[in-house]
C-alpha cells in the first residue's frame, strides 16, 4: 500500500528498507528554486528497535505497512517466550517477551501486532 510522504503524521507506520518502522519525526525543507521540498522521516523499526531514516521528495509515494492488531490468550511462559494463542483464529505461536512489558503469565491475555509475516508483543492485559 502507498500513501504520500505529505499524508506522513507521527504515530503512524511506513516501510523503511523493508521493515515496517513508526514514525517519530518529520522534518521538511523548503522547495528550492529548481525542485520539490525534501521531507527526512526519521522512525523506529517496531520488531528490532533500530532507527531509520527515509528521506524522499515531498510529492513522492512511501510504502506503508499492512499491521494488524490481536489479542491472543498466553498458554505458557518460558524463560522470555511466551506461548500465544490467537483469539480469533486459535492459531498457536511463539513471541518473545519484550524487557519493558511485566505480568505476562499462564491464562492472561497480551496484544500483539503482526505485519509481514512478523509478530510482536505490545502490551500485556491486566
Not at 11 to 31: M, Q, T
Request: a neutral charge; glycine letters at 8%; aromatic letters at 4%.
Amino acid at each position: 500500500m502507498f500513501a504520500s510522504m505529505k499524508d506522513l503524521k507521527v504515530g503512524k507506520y511506513v516501510l523503511i528498507d523493508d521493515v515496517p518502522c513508526r514514525v517519530v519525526d518529520i522534518e521538511s525543507s523548503a522547495p528550492g528554486k529548481h525542485g520539490a521540498a525534501k521531507m527526512r522521516v526519521t522512525a523506529i523499526g517496531i520488531f528490532d528497535g533500530n532507527k531509520k531514516t527515509l528521506l524522499k521528495p515531498s510529492d513522492a509515494d512511501a510504502e506503508v505497512p499492512v499491521i494488524a492488531r490481536k489479542v491472543g490468550q498466553v498458554m505458557n511462559v518460558s524463560g522470555n517466550t511466551a506461548q500465544v494463542m490467537d483469539s480469533e483464529s486459535f492459531e498457536m505461536f511463539d513471541l518473545q517477551i519484550p524487557e519493558d512489558i511485566t505480568g505476562v503469565e499462564a491464562g492472561k491475555e497480551v496484544d500483539y501486532m503482526q505485519a509481514m509475516g512478523r509478530k510482536v508483543m505490545t502490551r500485556a492485559r491486566v
